[in-house]
């Protein structure tokens, strides 16, 4: 009878050592979670949050967090409406972030929800979804209120936009370019021999290229080595004659813009661009005109409309960028605008924007230059945009075609790069005009 007594003091105390070291480990898998989000390191934050649910901890609040990851993660975005549908179940409108004891999901649940419809198609729930965080709201808090209305707008331009045909021909550049990988941001000189791209490998981002041969792609060459450069870097524009980057690179959290020379069969270490476009602010894509006099970039600088706005700056009596000008109201909004390129004319720019007649996340838009001025840009309209975001189409022939990057599931992994070619079109300006007058086009339901 005592050892049977002893026997079982010892197993109560071993199981709780081991729940104690149980609640431990998830403890720190939460803090590990919630550090992963303030960097928005989506994919590494999700793993936590997925081994506490597997766990038992299936609250609100990891469903919420596991929603939020992958509606932030590409081509898993559609996984992310069962956890959030779940979360918004138990709101606590008094929600304690990063707390681990907090067992309800915030009203954000539903934004995050109403984006995972959006960018799944279920426009008609997002609407929903949207008007639910809405009635939670602050009324005073301006800027979500800004943002939620915004959203609805843009489910109701997609409902619209989504009656509109746009035919292309579209061909995958094949395996030579791309791969299991996210393969992104393809840049292509105007003779359409050369390309440069991203690769988003396992533990970094590659910058890739590859010539053609006898009109097929060579297998792309890993070129990340021959810029010399300690910080990561992202090739943003190719010169049309193929042998000047423009690049992007991290330093110590400030984003500059830099230019690399192709010579003897490698890329040169990158220069860093002048006063006037590099400051303490993020500077996050630039491209050239074809004669090389201006430069187009992106900029989050004080004395902008809002968040990343486009400038342009004009090579000075001495060979140097001059001092920037905005491009203004007509292209520019209070939302963020990124990835410019000018057609070869200079007649055309090309752009993403998360402003404008919108139908969810970034955009992309055309607009002509009338003048000294800028015509009002025009959605380029389905199947470019979609309900997530869209971003860096790059132009060439004047728009007649244009590189890209999209993921389909005909594809070799994740997203694939794309040459494309529009052959009809529709009048979307019209329909957009349509849109407007009607003061009734946004639902209430």
Known sequence: ?????????????????????????????????????????????????LELYDAGRRDANIKHRIGLCYLNIPNEKDKAIKYLEEAVE????????????????????????????????????AIVAFKKYKELLDPNDQEQQKIVDAEITACNNALELSKIPTSIIEKNLGKNINS??????????????????????RFYDGIFASKKRDGFWLPARNISLDFDSENPLTPVYLTRDGNTLYLVRNDNDDLNLYTSRFNDGIWGPPVKLNSNINTSASETHACVSDDGLTLYFTSNREGGFGGFDIYRSRIDNEGNWGPPENLGATINTVFDEATPFITEDEETLYFSSQGHFNIGGFDIFTAKIQGTDWGKPE???????????????????????????KF??????????????????????????????????????
């Open 90 to 125: 138990n709101i606590n409108t008094n929600y304690s972030v990063g707390n681990y004891n907090e067992r309800e999901a915030p009203i954000e649940a539903y934004l995050y929800l109403g984006r995972a419809y959006r960018v799944n198609n279920k426009l008609k729930e």
């Open 1 to 49: 009878m005592k050892k049977i007594l002893i026997l079982s003091i010892f197993i109560s105390f071993l199981f709780g050592n081991i729940n104690a070291q149980t609640k431990k480990d998830l403890k720190r898998a939460f803090i590990n979670g919630e550090f992963s989000l303030i960097y928005e390191e989506y994919r590494e934050a999700l793993p936590y949050f």
């Open 180 to 201: 299991s990988f996210n393969n992104i941001n393809p840049l292509v000189s105007e003779d359409e021999e050369t390309i440069v791209f991203v690769s988003q490998l």
């Open 379 to 405: 959605n380029l309209g389905l199947p470019f945009n979609t309900t997530d975001d869209d971003l860096f189409f790059f132009p060439l022939k004047n728009g007649e075609i244009a590189y890209y990057s």
């Open 408 to 445: 389909k599931e005909t594809g070799y992994g994740d997203n694939d790069i794309y040459r494309i070619q529009i052959f009809e079109r529709e009048n979307i300006p019209e329909k957009e005009k349509e849109l407007n007058n009607n003061e009734n086009y946004i639902s209430e339901d």
